[in-house]
């Protein structure tokens, strides 16, 4: 049932995102595009994947035993499948795979991964309360700054407040304990993480600028952040596989409210998916291969 809901859900966004197209324009657009600029974009995911894994190992404080090459791989399969499974299921992989490195549990390595995705979120709101303060507030749209000041005020709360809720709550549920201290590793080694965290987000956003810049659309810094944060904020949502829809209905919302054309909007839309789908899929199948990995032993695993 929650894979019909997603497929349906995905159809009804890639609807509104293309039900008014030209397909000949759009394909023109996207034949043109320079691949000069689309292999840099490439170039700068892997270097996303690599920083993404790097702040993975310094949240988790792993031993040294475990070596980043581990990180990296498992990082590259849990995408591979967050694109073709519903509700995320790769980041459920990710743990079980790096728990098989280690002796820590994989309830504490999914925990890491939740502190993980809470200071994405407040790097997000980071990103746009300093839009905000330089009065590019336009640049989000009235809903979307509404919604992303709510989530960086929760993951603020969340981050720097104490943890006397989160170890009441550890008290009362015993058998989440491992989950609880992976999760609350977001509060140690704030410095490092952060500084990681904003170097991965301003990877994000030099990936936009070569993508877009491949299609011949040039935004102002302002508008490549906003575009960066409104899309990403949409893919981590698990409402569509591999964020089919979700991202183009974002991307397409954003560039329109920047005055560009809709045929325009739509291959820049298409582009920067399916470049990273297509990166997350090659990669992530190629890792497998090298960790000699079953594909249909991690699927059955993960349904365990």
């Given at each position: 049932?929650?894979?019909?809901l997603?497929?349906?859900?995905?159809?009804?966004c890639?609807?509104f995102?293309?039900?008014?197209?030209?397909?000949?324009?759009?394909?023109s657009?996207l034949?043109?595009?320079?691949?000069?600029s689309i292999?840099?974009?490439i170039?700068?995911?892997?270097?996303?994947?690599?920083l993404?894994?790097?702040?993975w190992?310094?949240?988790?404080e792993?031993?040294?035993?475990?070596?980043?090459?581990h990180?990296i791989?498992?990082?590259?399969?849990?995408?591979?499948?967050?694109?073709?499974?519903?509700?995320?299921?790769?980041?459920l992989?990710?743990a079980?795979?790096?728990s098989?490195?280690?002796?820590?549990?994989?309830?504490f390595?999914f925990g890491?991964?939740?502190a993980?995705?809470?200071?994405?979120?407040w790097?997000?709101?980071l990103?746009s309360?300093?839009?905000?303060?330089?009065?590019?507030?336009?640049?989000?749209?009235?809903?979307?700054?509404?919604?992303?000041l709510?989530?960086?005020?929760?993951t603020?709360?969340?981050?720097f407040?104490n943890?006397?809720?989160i170890?009441?709550?550890?008290?009362?549920?015993?058998?989440l304990?491992?989950?609880?201290?992976?999760?609350?590793?977001?509060?140690?080694?704030?410095?490092?993480?952060?500084?990681?965290?904003?170097?991965?987000?301003?990877?994000?956003?030099?990936?936009v600028?070569?993508?877009l810049?491949?299609?011949?659309?040039s935004?102002?810094?302002?508008?490549y952040?906003?575009l960066?944060?409104?899309?990403s904020?949409?893919?981590?949502l698990?409402?569509?596989?591999a964020a089919?829809?979700?991202?183009?209905l974002?991307?397409i919302?954003?560039?329109?409210?920047?005055?560009?054309d809709?045929?325009?909007?739509?291959?820049?839309?298409?582009?920067?998916?399916?470049?990273f789908?297509?990166?997350?899929?090659i990669s992530g199948?190629i890792?497998?291969?090298?960790?000699?990995?079953n594909?249909?032993?991690?699927i059955?695993?993960?349904?365990?």
């Amino acid at each position: 049932m929650r894979k019909v809901l997603s497929v349906l859900f995905a159809t009804i966004c890639l609807y509104f995102s293309f039900n008014q197209i030209e397909l000949d324009k759009v394909i023109s657009l996207l034949l043109s595009a320079n691949i000069q600029s689309i292999l840099i974009a490439i170039i700068i995911t892997y270097t996303s994947f690599y920083l993404r894994s790097f702040r993975w190992k310094i949240l988790v404080e792993s031993p040294k035993k475990i070596k980043l090459k581990h990180y990296i791989s498992t990082t590259h399969i849990g995408y591979f499948f967050n694109n073709i499974a519903p509700l995320r299921a790769g980041d459920l992989i990710r743990a079980k795979l790096l728990s098989n490195y280690t002796k820590t549990g994989f309830s504490f390595l999914f925990g890491s991964l939740v502190a993980e995705k809470i200071i994405d979120l407040w790097i997000i709101g980071l990103f746009s309360l300093i839009l905000i303060l330089l009065g590019y507030f336009s640049m989000l749209g009235l809903e979307f700054s509404f919604l992303i000041l709510i989530l960086y005020i929760i993951t603020s709360l969340i981050i720097f407040g104490n943890n006397s809720i989160i170890n009441n709550f550890q008290s009362r549920f015993s058998k989440l304990e491992n989950f609880v201290n992976g999760y609350k590793l977001l509060s140690k080694n704030k410095i490092q993480l952060f500084s990681l965290s904003i170097c991965l987000w301003l990877c994000f956003i030099v990936y936009v600028f070569f993508v877009l810049q491949s299609i011949g659309i040039s935004l102002s810094l302002e508008q490549y952040i906003g575009l960066t944060i409104i899309s990403s904020l949409v893919t981590s949502l698990p409402f569509a596989p591999a964020a089919i829809g979700t991202y183009h209905l974002a991307v397409i919302y954003c560039l329109e409210l920047y005055g560009i054309d809709i045929e325009s909007a739509q291959s820049a839309a298409i582009l920067m998916h399916t470049l990273f789908v297509l990166y997350t899929v090659i990669s992530g199948y190629i890792y497998l291969s090298l960790e000699n990995l079953n594909f249909k032993t991690i699927i059955n695993e993960s349904k365990n």
